[in-house]
């Protein structure tokens, strides 16, 4: 079975800095795809970020870009220029779309991160 | 607007009694999931639906019931056998037919046992 670890429940940085929140899964499977998901106070759901497997390439989206290490099974998150709309729960995800657990879409207990001013 | 709907926002049962929780969407989506989110355990996954008429049971089933009669609905049951109701909880839908597409969340429901 697939399972997803995020080895840091909370976490804070200066407003302006830089922070990398870390995230592993286990999985046979070789095609998958990555998510990071930011949950504000309002506890909406919100995708960050996501990246395919097959993709050497790390994604990037503006302020936030992930180190995809599909041999060490890593996926973190590297928030640059960390701003106070940045405070909120981030989730890891996993989906694959093969195997016995196809379209199980698994999360991380989360990390909660917090921007200081 | 295309979207996922959750209802109720509050919802609040007695001890014993079931209740059902309501999710739709109209993004034409083929995947449903519903989640439990309590304090420090993240997303649990409780069933899960990839087209009308199946759907599969998640970590923590047990004392939950699900059906799906439409695409556009998923609604999920808590039964009086599910010991510790009192929750957060998430329902999500995704187009199953292309692995990169992320989840789309409705805003939730807080059940609480009184």
């Known amino acids: 079975a697939q399972t997803v670890t995020q080895s840091q429940p909370e976490m804070s940085v200066q407003e302006a800095e830089t922070v990398t929140l870390s995230c592993t899964y286990d999985?046979?499977?070789?095609?998958?795809?990555l998510f990071w998901y930011k949950q504000p106070p309002s506890r909406q759901m919100i995708l960050v970020i996501r990246?395919?497997?097959?993709?050497?390439q790390n994604a990037t989206e503006n302020r936030f870009s992930v180190n995809f290490q599909k041999a060490a099974k890593s996926f973190s998150l590297k928030i640059s220029d960390s701003q106070l709309g940045d405070t909120a729960m981030y989730f890891c995800?996993?989906?694959?779309?093969?195997?016995?657990?196809?379209?199980?879409?698994?999360f991380g207990k989360g990390t909660k991160l917090s921007v200081k001013p | 607007d295309g979207g996922i709907t959750q209802s109720p926002k509050y919802l609040f049962r007695k001890e014993g009694q079931n209740v059902t929780l309501s999710c739709e969407q109209n993004?034409?989506?083929?995947?449903m999931y519903w989640y439990r989110q309590d304090p420090g355990q993240g997303l649990r996954l409780i069933y899960y639906?990839?087209?009308?008429?199946?759907?599969q049971k998640g970590d923590i089933a047990e004392g939950y019931s699900v059906s799906r009669e439409k695409k556009e609905s998923f609604p999920l049951t808590v039964t009086s056998a599910q010991k510790n109701p009192t929750a957060f909880y998430l329902c999500?839908?995704?187009?199953?037919?292309?692995?990169?597409?992320?989840?789309?969340f409705g805003q939730g429901t807080r059940l609480t046992v009184v």
């Open positions: 999500a839908s995704r187009d199953a037919g292309q692995g990169t597409t992320e989840a789309f």
């Open positions: 995800a996993f989906i694959s779309n093969y195997g016995g657990s196809q379209g199980n879409l698994i």
């Open positions: 990246q395919e497997a097959y993709k050497q």
């Open positions: 639906s990839q087209i009308v008429n199946d759907f």
């Open positions: 993004l034409n989506h083929d995947a």
């Open positions: 999985t046979s499977e070789n095609n998958y795809y």
